[in-house]
């Protein structure tokens, strides 16, 4: 009976983890809430191949921790023109800097495979 069990259990952890896989692999672009106070917000991206955030800007600097890295494409909302458009890729586990950008909208476009996520801490004010 006990052989059974664990047995029973361990599939039902392979397709549960098979489900979480594959629950992440469908969610949708977006940004999700993890903190935020006076001096630092936080939040989660995830961006889905072929599916960018919305035209948004940063009014702040921030730091984006790579958790799931690839590449890339910022555009700027006057278009893809070669002056108006950035191509970043970002390594799984590494950090990175990125200036504030007050005066453009821009999307970020992933132009990988594979689903992009980070963790965006945008500082609130001047240090």
Do not use: C
Request: hydrophobic share 40%.
């Amino acid at each position: 009976m006990m052989k059974t069990f664990g047995v029973g259990a361990a599939m039902l952890a392979v397709g549960f983890g098979a489900g979480l896989a594959f629950a992440q692999a469908q969610a949708p672009t977006g940004r999700t809430p993890q903190f935020a106070n006076d001096e630092v917000k936080v939040w989660k991206s995830l961006i889905q191949p072929g599916n960018p955030l919305p035209l948004h800007r940063h009014d702040h600097p921030r730091i984006i921790i790579a958790l799931k890295g690839g590449t890339m494409h910022i555009l700027e909302e006057t278009g893809p023109a070669a002056d108006k458009s950035d191509i970043q890729t970002w390594e799984s586990g590494k950090a990175y800097w990125l200036p504030a950008n007050p005066k453009t909208q821009h999307q970020d476009v992933n132009i990988g495979k594979e689903p992009i996520e980070v963790m965006v801490v945008e500082l609130q004010k001047a240090w």
